[in-house]
């Protein structure tokens, strides 16, 4: 049975950014189930999967990254609107037995992802 992951590093600072609140949805259709809900770590990590064994299927999930409360709260000075203020994230697992790492690189400017196992 596989598991899905992720972890925020804030390359702004150069370190894993600790409290991010992270919220996974799966996507059936036009509904949006909200998942797991959760806050990483001071590895920028959450401290377990999200997702794993049955409750992980094939299906597309969005995960959804409030960047810019974290940013506001590292005392940087954000406009308003901020230019990124949640990141979402929409991935597709087609393989419930493998593992899917999705992290998140950003900045208040940019962000970027990959698939990691």
């Not at 925020?8 to 509904?31: F, I």
């Amino acid at each position: 049975m596989g598991k899905l992951s992720t972890h925020v590093l804030d390359t702004m600072h150069g370190k894993p950014a600790a409290g991010v609140r992270c919220q996974l949805y799966r996507l059936d259709g036009a509904q949006r189930q909200l998942l797991a809900d959760a806050t990483t770590n001071r590895d920028g990590r959450c401290e377990r999967p999200l997702l794993e064994g049955e409750s992980l299927r094939a299906s597309v999930y969005e995960l959804l990254f409030h960047a810019g409360d974290y940013f506001a709260a590292q005392g940087v000075k954000l406009p308003e609107p901020r230019f990124l203020d949640q990141v979402t994230l929409r991935f597709g697992i087609s393989n419930a037995d493998e593992n899917y790492h999705v992290p998140l690189v950003v900045t208040p400017w940019s962000y970027s992802t990959y698939r990691g196992s």
